[in-house]
């Protein structure tokens, strides 16, 4: 689509003909097709190489196509991705409770709360699948039953059995399986792999994406790559929060220097905050760790029925503990969506019935389950997660409950992206968490995997050909292009102002600070004085971080890891501003995002439909200052309800 | 707690290396072995010295990026942990730990903690996958796979890359994390068809780059994913039948 306009202008998310289901079919014959001995004339370069990374790169591969991947990894087997526990979601149906295609996009819309796109559901939960037949057949090691089939369990938000697992090491197994497939294309010589490499910038001549810019890590070199297209696939931007559930080195330099080059950026203020995390426990602590959202299967979530009982957990009756989960929510439980189970914890907290040494959990008790099905049993099913949570806290699960808080997790906004995910610069698409698609307004679990092996392994390869098919014959444009240079440049003068500052205070002292404004601003609860309270202190801090930052060596040209986190943050200063200024426009609660001043008597979020159906997609101009353009939602196949789980 | 960590220092990989001194005196035994040393190095930088590069992510146990040798031990003292679910409290008060990178000839050192282990995804290159197209792929409940069996395959399939085993063999050899992929494709249905051709491919790149076995089993007791060296003998095997059928191929 051309290049959008100014402020109020409808944006178009090119949604195929026809019924629902058939959609993807309709879509997949309009296309324009690439012919398989064309493809090798196409040169696409891939950004990222996570679950959604490396399908694509794999499958774009194997088509037959030119692929150059960036990682800033040393291997790909490193990305994030590989951090995700807890499972995959298929309509499979395997255990005839009742599941379909349908239903899971019914439960997938519902617990985005209306706010992502029907078609592009649907989608997703057709080709969820193929996703888990790809997957067996490369080898992953799913969980079987005694039979030999596939075992499934269930996650929050649905009350059928469709979460297909591998221990607690889901994400782990799944990335090794498109990890492999795209080292087979390594070795077979379609996929160039280039690790250690930083993109830090996309290039656009005449309005298109031609290639990127990016710096070898190791020796500061920086090198200019052009391409028919370029894919990005870097994840979402979860530490901007500082400290949340994302590896260390997650960042939103790849998307946000897309959005600075023109790419609209989607709904950046719904950010999911995952229910079952480990407290923070002390000042350094440079993340948070989550514990598998399957845990809530077996476990029970209480905390003490009167504030201030600060007796061991096992001392304390059962008649004055309050499951509050079950008493809220009975039909659900436990496994409600993420985001009512965060705010359930958050009130425990405030009603001064937090639990643990520094008052910042609730108990997640697995008493009662050991108590019916056995050590063994908890042991095979979660016995990782034990163990894991064991070495962090050092308390041991099986004798004490759980302690766990709310932690940011997972990104729902991201660059905008049509049903092609291509974004609004023609010849740059966006998959994976990169992109805002298709949680809507939070994420229900088990979700984050499926979209991005659905974009990296099915939809990609297939949307993408109609973009090359006409630019069959035109070469790439050459790097020695103005353009190419001037990205160049403004990189190294980024880099050059960053060493030449010699200010009083790290990248990462900021990078901490900027998190607790985000944090306590634009967290699990906003408000209007808050947010605003937020945009004016991170403007303040983002003035001290150009003024006062120091950067240690003070040269480029050699492994610098504290002049990379140097270059991260300060896009996160300028993310974190738009995060801030979406949930103030966006006056309602809906998912991840939650108004104070919009909900019910009983605590519960407030949508407004009638005003807010849409996704709010933001166009750059210069830092503190965006324009609005708006995507309306349209429903024509669920009922928009008030999201209930009780 | 006061903790002294004498430090590997090596700007470049071919830079002569030494050992640096740093104290730490506001550890606490909550925090895990890499946020002792982010403090170090906020303190260096606010020092005007340049802070200790090392590499790691996820910082819970499983990207593999982490990895360095404590006290001369493979992420340190702990069994079946990394150095990033490595916490303060087994230290005591005013010990002295000593941090290297991990030594092997087939990882160069880049920078101070910070190896190269690209060596690793070339054995992977080799074949340590399974050949299947995107979308070829029959219903995955097609071929029964009996729970104990899947549930092997997934003990090797556990091995994150972080090149421990290496690091700690005496040989600098790199059977474990070889065999643990070997052995996860080998028992499953699905890698039976490049069964041989697998195994003997990925341990002719793994032996170009890598020392020999000769069965210390140290790289057992420093996998923080505890892999058994059982899957070692299963990749022999394979390896040893490998040159019968790999012959009879080429006969044909």
């Given at each position: 689509?051309?290049?959008p306009?100014?402020?109020?202008?409808?944006l178009?998310?090119?949604?195929p003909?026809?019924?629902?289901?058939?959609?993807?079919?309709?879509?997949?014959?309009?296309?324009?097709?690439?012919?398989?001995?064309?493809?090798?004339?196409?040169?696409?370069?891939?950004v990222?190489?996570?679950?959604?990374?490396?399908?694509?790169?794999?499958t774009?591969?194997?088509?037959?196509?030119?692929?150059?991947?960036?990682?800033?990894?040393?291997?790909?087997?490193?990305?994030?991705?590989?951090?995700?526990?807890?499972?995959?979601?298929?309509?499979?149906n395997?255990?005839?409770?009742?599941?379909s295609?349908?239903?899971?996009f019914?439960d997938?819309?519902?617990?985005?709360?209306?706010?992502?796109?029907?078609a592009?559901?649907?989608?997703?939960?057709?080709?969820?699948?193929?996703?888990?037949?790809?997957?067996?057949?490369?080898g992953?090691?799913?969980?079987?039953?005694?039979?030999?089939l596939?075992?499934?369990?269930?996650?929050?938000?649905?009350?059928v059995?469709?979460?297909?697992?591998?221990?607690?090491q889901?994400?782990?197994?799944?990335?090794?399986?498109?990890?492999?497939?795209?080292?087979?294309?390594?070795?077979?010589?379609?996929v160039?792999l280039?690790?250690?490499?930083e993109?830090?910038?996309?290039?656009?001549?005449?309005?298109?994406a031609?290639?990127?810019?990016?710096?070898?890590l190791?020796?500061?070199?920086?090198?200019?790559?052009?391409?028919?297209?370029?894919?990005?696939?870097t994840?979402?931007?979860?530490?901007?929060?500082?400290?949340?559930?994302?590896?260390?080195?997650?960042?939103?330099?790849?998307?946000?220097?897309?959005?600075?080059?023109?790419?609209?950026?989607?709904?950046?203020?719904?950010?999911q905050?995952?229910p079952?995390?480990?407290?923070q426990?002390?000042?350094?602590?440079?993340?948070?760790?989550?514990?598998?959202?399957?845990l809530?299967?077996d476990g029970?979530?209480?905390?003490?029925?009167d504030?201030?009982?600060?007796?061991?957990?096992?001392?304390v009756?059962?008649?004055?503990?309050?499951?509050?989960?079950?008493?809220m929510?009975?039909?659900?439980?436990n496994?409600?969506?993420?985001?009512?189970?965060?705010?359930?914890?958050?009130?425990?907290?405030?009603?001064?019935?937090?639990?643990?040494?520094?008052?910042?959990?609730v108990?997640?008790?697995?008493g009662?389950?050991?108590?019916?099905?056995?050590?063994?049993?908890?042991?095979?099913?979660?016995?990782?997660?034990?163990?894991?949570?064991?070495?962090?806290?050092?308390?041991?699960?099986?004798?004490?409950?759980?302690?766990?808080?709310?932690?940011?997790?997972?990104t729902?906004?991201?660059?905008?992206v049509?049903?092609n995910l291509?974004?609004?610069?023609?010849?740059?698409?966006?998959?994976g968490e990169a992109?805002?698609?298709?949680?809507?307004?939070?994420?229900?679990?088990?979700?984050?995997?499926?979209?991005?092996l659905a974009?990296?392994?099915?939809?990609?390869?297939?949307?993408i050909?109609?973009?090359?098919?006409?630019?069959?014959?035109?070469?790439?444009?050459?790097?020695?292009?103005?353009?190419?240079?001037?990205?160049?440049?403004?990189?190294?003068?980024?880099?050059?102002?960053?060493?030449?500052l010699?200010?009083?205070?790290?990248?990462?002292?900021?990078?901490?600070?900027?998190?607790?404004?985000?944090?306590?601003?634009?967290?699990?609860?906003?408000?209007?004085?808050?947010?605003?309270?937020?945009?004016?202190?991170?403007r303040?801090?983002?003035?001290?971080f150009?003024?006062?930052?120091?950067?240690?060596?003070?040269?480029?040209?050699t492994?610098?890891?504290?002049?990379?986190r140097?270059?991260?943050?300060?896009d996160?200063?300028?993310?974190?501003e738009?995060?801030?200024?979406?949930?103030?426009?966006r006056?309602?609660?809906?998912?991840?995002?939650?108004?104070?001043?919009?909900?019910t008597?009983?605590g519960?979020p407030?949508?407004?439909?009638?005003?807010?159906?849409?996704?709010a997609?933001?166009?750059?101009?210069?830092?503190?200052?965006?324009?609005?353009l708006?995507?309306?939602l349209?429903?024509?196949?669920v009922?928009?309800?008030?999201?209930?789980?009780? | 707690?006061?903790?002294?960590?004498?430090?590997?220092?090596q700007?470049?990989?071919?830079?002569?290396?030494?050992?640096?001194?740093?104290?730490?005196d506001?550890?606490s035994?909550?925090?895990?072995?890499?946020?002792?040393l982010?403090?170090?190095?906020?303190?260096?930088?606010?020092?005007g010295?340049?802070?200790?590069?090392?590499?790691s992510?996820?910082?819970e146990?499983?990207?593999?990026?982490?990895?360095?040798?404590?006290?001369?031990?493979?992420?340190?003292?702990?069994?079946?942990?990394?150095?990033?679910?490595?916490?303060?409290?087994?230290?005591r008060?005013?010990?002295?730990?000593v941090?290297?990178?991990?030594?092997?000839?087939?990882?160069?050192?880049?920078?101070?903690?910070v190896?190269?282990?690209?060596s690793l995804?070339?054995?992977?290159?080799?074949?340590?996958?399974?050949s299947?197209?995107?979308g070829?792929?029959?219903?995955?409940?097609?071929?029964?796979?009996p729970?104990?069996?899947a549930?092997?395959?997934?003990?090797?399939?556990?091995?994150?890359?972080?090149?421990a085993?290496?690091a700690?063999?005496?040989?600098?050899?790199?059977?474990?994390?070889?065999?643990?992929?070997?052995?996860?494709?080998?028992?499953?249905?699905?890698?039976q068809?490049?069964?041989y051709?697998?195994?003997?491919?990925?341990v002719?790149?793994?032996?170009?780059?890598?020392g020999?076995?000769?069965?210390f089993?140290?790289?057992?007791?420093?996998?923080?994913?505890?892999?058994?060296?059982?899957?070692?003998?299963?990749?022999?095997?394979d390896?040893?039948k490998?040159?019968?059928?790999?012959?009879?191929?080429?006969?044909v």
């Open positions: 689509m051309s290049q306009g100014a402020s109020g202008d409808v178009d998310g090119r949604i003909r026809g019924p629902l289901h058939d959609k993807w079919d309709n879509h997949r014959f309009d296309i324009k097709l690439v012919n398989p001995a064309n493809k090798r004339r196409f040169t696409i370069i891939v990222g190489t996570g679950l959604a990374g490396a399908s694509a790169a794999a774009l591969g194997e088509l037959g196509y030119n692929v150059e991947a960036f990682t800033y990894h040393d291997s790909p087997r490193r990305a994030h991705s590989i951090a995700a526990q807890g499972g995959i979601n298929a309509a499979k395997y255990r005839s409770d009742g599941d295609i349908w239903r899971l019914y997938t819309v519902k617990g985005g709360d209306y706010r992502s796109r029907e592009n559901v649907y989608r997703l939960a057709q080709l969820s699948l193929e996703i888990i037949d790809q997957a067996v057949a490369q992953v090691p799913f969980a079987r039953e005694y039979g030999g596939l075992d499934t369990r269930s996650f929050g938000g649905a009350q059995s469709r979460t297909f697992y591998a221990r607690g889901t994400g782990q197994q799944l990335l090794l399986g498109c990890y492999q497939a795209m080292l087979r294309q390594v070795d077979a010589g379609t160039r280039h690790t250690r490499h993109m830090l910038d996309v290039v656009v001549v005449d309005g298109r031609v290639g990127v810019v990016v710096r070898d190791l020796t500061g070199e920086i090198t200019s790559h052009s391409a028919h297209a370029i894919v990005l696939a994840g979402g931007y979860s530490n901007s929060f500082f400290l949340s559930t994302n590896a260390v080195n997650s960042n939103a330099t790849a998307i946000w220097r897309a959005h600075k080059k023109g790419a609209l950026f989607a709904n950046p203020c719904f950010t905050i995952h079952t995390c480990i407290p426990s002390e000042e350094f602590q440079s993340k948070l760790t989550l514990m598998s959202e399957s809530r299967n029970r979530i209480w905390v003490p029925a504030p201030g009982d600060d007796r061991p957990p096992n001392q009756p059962a008649d004055e503990r309050d499951y509050y989960l079950e008493r929510y009975p039909a659900f439980g496994l409600v969506p993420r985001d009512v189970a965060s705010r359930a914890a958050k009130r425990m907290i405030d009603q001064e019935r937090g639990v643990g040494p520094l008052n910042n959990g108990y997640l008790d697995f009662d389950a050991i108590g019916r099905l056995g050590r063994d049993t908890i042991a095979d099913r979660y016995g990782n997660l034990f163990q894991m949570y064991e070495r962090i806290t050092g308390d041991d699960p099986y004798q004490v409950p759980m302690r766990i808080y709310p932690a940011p997790h997972y729902m906004g991201g660059l905008w049509d049903y291509s974004t609004t610069v023609p010849g740059l698409y966006a998959i992109n805002f698609s298709d949680h809507g307004a939070n994420r229900l679990g088990a979700s984050a995997l499926m979209q991005g974009d990296g392994y099915f939809i990609i390869p297939t949307t050909g109609d973009y090359l098919a006409p630019l069959l014959g035109e070469a790439p444009v050459p790097t020695d292009h103005p353009e190419f240079e001037r990205s160049e440049r403004a990189i190294r003068d980024q880099i050059d102002r960053f060493i030449a010699k200010g009083t205070r790290s990248a990462a002292w900021f990078h901490r600070e900027l998190g607790r404004i985000v944090w306590e601003h634009c967290g699990m609860m906003r408000s209007r004085p808050g947010l605003e309270k937020g945009v004016a202190e991170i303040g801090l983002r003035d001290e150009r003024n006062d930052l120091r950067v240690l060596p003070q040269t480029s040209e492994l610098n890891q504290a002049l990379e140097a270059g991260r943050v300060a996160f200063f300028e993310l974190a738009l995060m801030c200024i979406d949930a103030l426009h006056d309602e609660s809906a998912g991840g995002h939650f108004r104070e001043e919009y909900q008597e009983n519960e407030q949508r407004r439909d009638d005003d807010f159906s849409y996704v997609a933001w166009a750059f101009n210069r830092v503190g200052e965006w324009d609005l708006k995507e309306d349209t429903f024509e196949y009922e928009l309800k008030t999201r209930t789980y009780e | 707690m006061r903790i002294t960590v004498r430090v590997w220092r700007t470049g990989p071919s830079a002569p290396g030494r050992f640096e001194t740093y104290v730490a506001r550890v035994g909550e925090m895990s072995f890499l946020e002792m982010d403090q170090i190095n906020e303190e260096l930088i606010s020092d010295d340049e802070p200790i590069a090392f590499d992510d996820c910082r146990g499983i990207c593999g990026s982490c990895g360095m040798m404590i006290n001369g031990r493979a992420h340190g003292p702990l069994t079946a942990t990394a150095t990033c679910q490595l916490h303060m409290r087994h230290f008060d005013g010990d002295e730990i941090v290297e990178p991990w030594r092997a000839s087939a990882f160069p050192v880049i920078k101070d903690l190896v190269n282990r690209s995804d070339r054995i992977i290159e080799a074949g340590g996958y399974v299947v197209n995107t070829s792929a029959p219903d995955a409940n097609l071929i029964p796979i729970k104990d069996v549930d092997r395959a997934f003990d090797a399939a556990a091995c994150i890359g972080c090149g085993c290496v700690a063999c005496p040989n600098g050899a790199a059977q474990l994390f070889t065999a643990s992929k070997v052995a996860h494709l080998d028992m499953l249905p699905q890698g068809a490049e069964r051709s697998r195994a003997a491919d990925m002719d790149v793994m032996e170009q780059y890598f020999s076995c000769t069965n089993a140290e790289c057992e007791a420093a996998c923080p994913k505890a892999i058994s060296i059982d899957f070692i003998a299963m990749m022999n095997r390896y040893l490998a040159q019968f059928h790999i012959r009879r191929k080429r006969q």
